[in-house]
């Protein structure tokens, strides 16, 4: 039994990570409305408010049992949540971390993804010292493709049929950022 993980805030320059509230409800609403946020997350379909503060329940628990960090994506201009991005931290003895975000369609187009993509990976090479941190990403989703590039994540390679999602075997293009290639802090 673990004593549970402690759900930070983060800086993502013009969002702000923080653990999901009651109040992030009309963004599991929209989510849950969305053809593909249901398929690749725990979004609950057909949604309703209890479905929806049961989900907002679940991400406290799975930080409680050490599973990982869910942060809910929060546009500081609009200070609305916009999205998540969790930090999977179930494979630490092999020295990895998972990541993987959603943005719902009315926070899309304006760098949400790409900002919180690369505060948590921040986060976990440096703040808790994971060597490794990876993402797993439909090869048609050239938006996600971008946003990884763009947070320093490295493409890796293409697994085939890696997973199961909507009923469907999926190939994934495999994406990683390592703490060996973060750049070393300036001397004081």
């Known amino acids: 039994m673990t004593d549970g993980l402690v759900i930070p805030e983060l800086d993502a320059g013009p969002f702000l990570l923080r653990p999901f509230r009651a109040g992030d409800l009309p963004l599991l609403a929209e989510a849950a409305a969305d053809p593909y946020i249901p ?49 999977w931290v179930t494979e630490l003895a092999e020295g990895r971390a998972a990541t993987g975000y959603w943005i719902a369609p009315s926070g899309r187009g304006r760098g949400a993804a790409g900002h919180a993509l690369a505060a948590v990976a921040r986060f976990a090479l440096t703040d808790l010292a994971i060597p490794r941190v990876h993402l797993h990403v439909e090869p048609w989703n050239t938006a996600s493709v971008r946003t990884a590039e763009r947070a320093g994540f490295r493409r890796e390679g293409l697994l085939r049929s890696w997973m199961e999602l909507g009923g469907t075997r999926r190939d994934m293009l495999l994406f990683a950022r390592l703490a060996a290639d973060e750049p070393s802090p300036a001397a004081p």
Do not use: M, N
Request: no cysteine.
């Open 39 to 87: 398929v690749i997350s725990s979004v609950p379909v057909p949604y309703s408010e209890a479905d929806g503060l049961a989900f907002v329940q679940r991400q406290h628990d799975r930080a409680r049992e050490g599973v990982g960090y869910s942060l809910a994506i929060v546009d500081r201009a609009e200070d609305r949540a916009v999205g998540q991005i969790g930090l």
